[in-house]
């Protein structure tokens, strides 16, 4: 079963187009990873994917409420302890995986603690367990390996590695090897986009939004 499918798109920063032609799909139990130098575009990509910004051409289908987005920013509210941002997000899902997620993310012992007083590696275990509370199937990661160390990259992977054993999807960016027999490589070099032509345009609607988790 597909899950999500794009075709031919063409996405932008400042403007100005950055790759273009873009086509893959993924299916449940699959994940995709996302591949190319620094610049290319996969932040742009994975921002257009999650409705932050428009594409300027192409298509994108996937079923309604089927995306959870995961950005840079972990997206927590620092005043509240680790257990209660996941309550949190679960009550906005309508979710009651709160337990599983603390247990998954190896959060347990900090279950009590204020989002603010966690170290760098603690807050991102804590965004990307998150992930497991929304209900959503297909996961989209921007370089969520940031900030933890070589065992919380193996809780990680076994997140996404449970995540597809129940049809779930996953579509990442990241240079790390996370060990997923079920990972493909998607290249991004071949879809650069051609240098513009001079006297080119800013998209008339093309911003920049923070958001941290859709």
């Known amino acids: 079963m597909t899950l999500l499918a794009v075709e031919n798109l063409t996405v932008s920063r400042g403007g100005l187009a950055v790759l273009e032609g873009v086509s893959f799909s993924l299916a449940a139990g699959h994940a995709l990873v996302l591949r190319g130098p620094n610049g290319i575009g996969k932040t742009t990509l994975l921002r257009t994917l999650a409705g932050l910004q428009p594409a300027l051409a192409g298509r994108i289908s996937m079923p309604p409420e089927t995306m959870a987005y995961a950005a840079h920013a972990d997206g927590l509210k620092a005043t509240l302890t680790v257990r209660e941002n996941l309550q949190f997000w679960a009550a906005i899902y309508a979710t009651d995986t709160v337990e599983a997620a603390l247990d998954r993310m190896n959060l347990r012992a900090l279950e009590h603690r204020a989002a603010m007083s966690l170290s760098a590696g603690q807050k991102r275990r804590l965004g990307l367990a998150r992930l497991l509370v929304t209900g959503?199937?297909?996961?989209?990661?921007?370089?969520?390996?940031?900030?933890?160390?070589?065992?919380?990259?193996?809780?990680?992977?076994?997140?996404?590695?449970?995540?597809?054993?129940?049809?779930?999807?996953?579509?990442?960016?990241?240079?790390?090897?996370?060990?997923?027999?079920?990972?493909?490589v998607l290249d991004l070099g071949p879809f650069k986009a051609r240098p513009p032509e001079a006297g080119g345009h800013r998209g008339a609607f093309d911003h920049d939004f923070d958001g941290a988790f859709l």
Do not use: C, Q, Y
């Open 136 to 184: 959503r199937p297909v996961w989209v990661l921007d370089e969520p390996t940031v900030s933890l160390d070589a065992a919380s990259v193996a809780l990680f992977a076994e997140a996404v590695r449970a995540h597809l054993a129940v049809g779930g999807a996953a579509l990442m960016a990241t240079h790390i090897d996370l060990g997923l027999a079920e990972a493909e």
